[in-house]
């Protein structure tokens, strides 16, 4: 099906865009201030450099599929989605210059409010969450006189392409995602893509902005984690391809979505100590791994958060349940939870904690030792059941993703208060007095 698509900004992602939706048969209108950039579209040509670009531009223009002008107005009356691509660069504090977004909706919204008939915007910038919210929409509703969600849509539809190898990424995209205000807005965006073999994600338009910030800052985070790793490797006299190569092989645990839920801090007997003996031989090495030096500072911040969380709840009553470092196992060295109850202890709260398989490890096995000579002070608290530290708290905090801990929300009296660290499936039964770590 085509579809008549005006195209804000030709820059990479703008020009790009603009040359693959025509080459996809759709009516397309790009439109930029540059007259320069409108001049080379106009004839034919691709104002950025980029691999293939310049054959589906000469093509789709010669074919009149693609035409570009300076006018919004006109592009507008001509169009029943506005596909925005305007640049969104740091100002010098970090921040995100939106204001070339800023005029841009102003400018569309001015067009819309001389036409009729309903029109999609679509962001395709890289915006921060919150943007269409508090600015996009505010602008768009001002400057058009007319509601989003009745005469307008909107989408946020973040851009995947790599400088480059543009045009194949267009095509090739790892997903799409489509973040829509209603359903007929991404149903209009979710078509321009239908000949692209690609996961269709269609969510919330929050989730759409917050999701492209999450992906770069990852893969900004796996090339830093990537080079500091080769840098330690070959002080050693390693070869730091030869070790990625095999760390890549594994897709269970190092490229998969194991470790990647938003929760509570991580502990037990491995990780901890492996990744402090990995920075200080860095350090003896002379080497600065600022990244790998993050790691034990960041996960101290999440004990300090779950802290500041429970006292901010201003309970005195306490219960725990789950408090080994993840379910299924009786391993309490460090345990975050441990650390978070020690504290707890320590500003004068009451404590009651369960955890099967610690209860069971203290009355035998190889951490009864552990439980009762290096912690006595936790054993002292632990209850016999799931129940008794029900009975006891005001506040509950689920300490690990144990099943049976699935079901306390339904088991909780009016006046109790989850504090999840883990996510337990029931949490949003009892929304207004259940509150998760990070979500
Ligand atoms: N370049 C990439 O690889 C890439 C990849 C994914 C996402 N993004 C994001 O996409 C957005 C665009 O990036 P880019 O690299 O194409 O930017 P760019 O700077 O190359 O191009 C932006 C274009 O917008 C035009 N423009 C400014 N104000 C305008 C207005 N009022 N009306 C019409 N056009 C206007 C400018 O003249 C310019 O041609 C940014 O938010 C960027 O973060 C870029």
Same mark, same amino acid.
């Given at each position: 099906?085509?579809?008549?698509?005006?195209?804000?900004?030709?820059?990479? #992602?703008?020009?790009?865009? *603009? $040359?693959?939706? /025509? /080459?996809?048969?759709?009516? %397309?209108?790009?439109?930029?201030?540059?007259?320069?950039?409108?001049?080379?579209?106009?004839?034919?040509?691709?104002? %950025?450099?980029?691999?293939?670009?310049p054959?589906?531009?000469?093509?789709?223009?010669?074919?009149?599929r @693609?035409?570009?002008?300076?006018?919004?107005?006109?592009?507008?009356?001509?169009?029943?989605?506005? %596909?925005?691509? %305007?640049?969104?660069?740091?100002q010098?504090?970090?921040?995100?210059?939106?204001?070339?977004?800023?005029?841009?909706?102003?400018?569309?919204?001015?067009?819309?409010? =001389?036409?009729?008939?309903?029109?999609?915007?679509?962001?395709?910038?890289?915006?921060?969450?919150?943007?269409?919210?508090?600015?996009?929409?505010?602008?768009?509703?001002?400057?058009?006189?007319?509601?989003?969600? $009745?005469?307008?849509?909107?989408?946020?539809?973040?851009?995947?392409?790599r400088?480059?190898? *543009? &045009?194949?990424?267009?095509?090739?995209?790892?997903?799409?995602?489509v973040?829509?205000?209603?359903?007929?807005?991404?149903?209009?965006?979710?078509? !321009?893509?239908?000949?692209?073999?690609?996961?269709?994600?269609?969510?919330?338009?929050?989730?759409?902005? *917050?999701?492209?910030?999450?992906?770069?800052?990852?893969?900004?985070?796996?090339? $830093?984690?990537?080079?500091?790793?080769?840098?330690?490797? =070959?002080?050693?006299?390693?070869?730091?391809? =030869?070790?990625?190569?095999?760390?890549?092989?594994?897709?269970? @645990?190092?490229?998969?979505?194991?470790?990647?839920?938003?929760?509570?801090?991580?502990?037990?007997?491995?990780?901890?100590?492996? #990744?402090?003996? !990995?920075?200080? =031989?860095?350090?003896?090495?002379?080497?600065?791994?600022?990244?790998?030096?993050s790691?034990?500072?960041?996960?101290?911040?999440?004990?300090?958060?779950?802290?500041?969380? &429970?006292?901010?709840?201003?309970?005195?009553?306490?219960? &725990?349940?789950?408090?080994?470092?993840?379910?299924?196992?009786?391993?309490?060295?460090?345990?975050?939870?441990?650390?978070?109850?020690?504290?707890?202890?320590?500003?004068?709260?009451?404590?009651?904690?369960?955890?099967?398989? #610690?209860n069971?490890?203290?009355?035998?096995?190889?951490?009864?030792?552990?439980?009762?000579?290096?912690?006595?002070?936790?054993?002292?608290?632990? *209850?016999?059941?799931?129940?008794?530290?029900?009975?006891?708290?005001?506040?509950?905090?689920?300490?690990?993703?144990?099943?049976?801990?699935h079901?306390?929300?339904q088991?909780?009296?009016?006046?109790?208060?989850?504090?999840? !660290?883990?996510?337990?499936?029931?949490?949003?039964?009892?929304?207004?007095?259940?509150?998760?770590?990070?979500?």
């Amino acid at each position: 099906m085509s579809s008549r698509i005006s195209i804000f900004g030709l820059g990479y #992602v703008g020009t790009v865009s *603009a $040359a693959c939706f /025509a /080459a996809e048969g759709n009516h %397309v209108v790009g439109v930029d201030p540059q007259e320069v950039k409108v001049e080379m579209i106009n004839s034919g040509k691709a104002p %950025v450099i980029e691999a293939d670009l310049p054959d589906l531009i000469r093509d789709a223009v010669s074919e009149g599929r @693609l035409r570009a002008t300076m006018e919004a107005e006109e592009a507008i009356a001509d169009t029943d989605v506005t %596909v925005v691509c %305007v640049g969104t660069p740091s100002q010098p504090n970090g921040s995100l210059d939106l204001s070339h977004v800023a005029q841009v909706c102003t400018e569309i919204g001015a067009a819309l409010r =001389k036409k009729s008939g309903y029109h999609v915007v679509v962001i395709r910038s890289t915006v921060l969450p919150g943007t269409l919210r508090e600015l996009v929409i505010p602008t768009l509703e001002e400057a058009s006189g007319k509601t989003i969600g $009745a005469e307008i849509g909107l989408s946020m539809n973040p851009e995947f392409l790599r400088e480059s190898t *543009a &045009v194949k990424d267009f095509y090739n995209p790892p997903k799409t995602v489509v973040g829509a205000i209603d359903e007929r807005s991404g149903k209009v965006v979710a078509d !321009l893509y239908a000949g692209i073999d690609a996961p269709l994600i269609i969510t919330g338009i929050d989730v759409a902005e *917050a999701v492209k910030y999450t992906d770069n800052a990852w893969h900004a985070l796996k090339i $830093a984690f990537a080079n500091e790793i080769g840098n330690v490797c =070959k002080s050693l006299d390693i070869d730091s391809h =030869k070790v990625m190569d095999i760390f890549c092989q594994d897709t269970k @645990l190092n490229l998969s979505p194991y470790y990647l839920k938003p929760g509570f801090a991580f502990g037990g007997s491995c990780l901890p100590k492996d #990744v402090r003996a !990995l920075t200080y =031989k860095a350090r003896s090495l002379d080497l600065s791994v600022p990244v790998l030096d993050s790691i034990m500072p960041s996960n101290d911040r999440q004990v300090e958060r779950a802290l500041n969380m &429970v006292t901010a709840k201003g309970f005195k009553r306490i219960g &725990v349940l789950g408090f080994s470092f993840k379910a299924g196992t009786d391993d309490l060295r460090e345990s975050p939870i441990v650390e978070l109850i020690e504290r707890l202890i320590g500003k004068g709260y009451e404590l009651r904690l369960f955890d099967r398989n #610690v209860n069971l490890a203290r009355l035998m096995g190889a951490n009864r030792e552990y439980i009762l000579k290096v912690i006595p002070h936790i054993s002292r608290l632990m *209850a016999d059941g799931m129940q008794e530290v029900l009975d006891h708290g005001e506040l509950i905090i689920i300490g690990n993703g144990d099943p049976d801990f699935h079901s306390v929300t339904q088991r909780l009296r009016p006046d109790q208060t989850v504090l999840d !660290l883990v996510r337990v499936p029931e949490g949003e039964a009892i929304k207004e007095r259940y509150d998760g770590i990070n979500w």
